[in-house]
T-cell receptor, first 115, second 114 residues
Framework: GAVVSQHPSRVICKSGTSVKIECRSLDFQATTMFWYRQFPKQSLMLMATSNEGSKATYEQGVEKDKFLINHASLTLSTLTVTSAHPEDSSFYIC???????????FGPGTRLLVL | DQQVKQNSPSLSVQEGRISILNCDYTNSMFDYFLWYKKYPAEGPTFLISISSIKDKNEDGRFTVFLNKSAKHLSLHIVPSQPGDSAVYFCAASATAGNTGKLIFGQGTTLQVKP
């Protein structure tokens, strides 16, 4: 149990385009999903907390207009990187939690490369 | 401000021996701690967790110890196997805040040599 999927696993796009990444909890309902970003050889940095039916909570320094988050249902959250630039190239990982204070289960990650 | 620290970036142990990975934290509000294992280009895999009401939690070859007074936790893997080679992250959460946010350490790369 506790499987989280992400799609796509890898995406290459041109600078200025927008990219949507989906995160799904496959066998449980997730009131809360989280979006992380990881640069090479660094830790996971929380970008935002996504709550079903409400606006996402962004961490300090994360541009909410650039990283649009939609948590449309209890099993799906999407992250859209708008007007992507090469510096947005990174590994994006989502996680989902069945409830408050419970273990987060991570998706496999999405490698974004912006040319 | 690094609230969760893994001061050893890497660790190398012999197969069959014990691996001990350490983690320190500064925020006294943290009351739930987790260890994740991560391979390159993959998402972290949950290993084991511990609540602050305990000082030890064991699951098979993995044991996590928590020393609240020292704000220190450790993950013991015994016996270590080559398949355990990966990056290990500790993470902490303050459940009282009900945000569910995890704060991660920088990670320790474990290499288990056959």
């Amino acid at each position: 149990g506790a499987v989280v999927s992400q799609h796509p696993s890898r995406v290459i796009c041109k600078s200025g385009t927008s990219v949507k990444i989906e995160c799904r909890s496959l066998d449980f309902q997730a009131t809360t999903m989280f979006w992380y970003r990881q640069f090479p050889k660094q830790s996971l940095m929380l970008m935002a907390t996504s709550n079903e039916g409400s606006k996402a909570t962004y961490e300090q320094g994360v541009e909410k207009d650039k990283f649009l988050i939609n948590h449309a249902s209890l099993t799906l959250s999407t992250l859209t990187v708008t007007s992507a630039h090469p510096e947005d190239s990174s590994f994006y990982i989502c996680s989902a939690s069945p409830g408050w204070g419970e273990t987060q289960y991570f998706g496999p990650g999405t490698r974004l490369l912006v040319l | 401000d690094q609230q969760v620290k893994q001061n050893s970036p890497s660790l190398s142990v012999q197969e069959g021996r014990i691996s001990i990975l350490n983690c320190d934290y500064t925020n006294s509000m943290f009351d739930y701690f987790l260890w994740y294992k991560k391979y390159p280009a993959e998402g972290p895999t949950f290993l084991i967790s511990i609540s602050s009401i305990k000082d030890k939690n064991e699951d098979g070859r993995f044991t996590v110890f928590l020393n609240k007074s020292a704000k220190h936790l450790s993950l013991h893997i015994v016996p270590s196997q080559p398949g355990d080679s990966a990056v290990y992250f500790c993470a902490a959460s303050a459940t009282a805040g009900n945000t569910g946010k995890l704060i991660f350490g920088q990670g320790t790369t474990l290499q288990v040599k056959p």
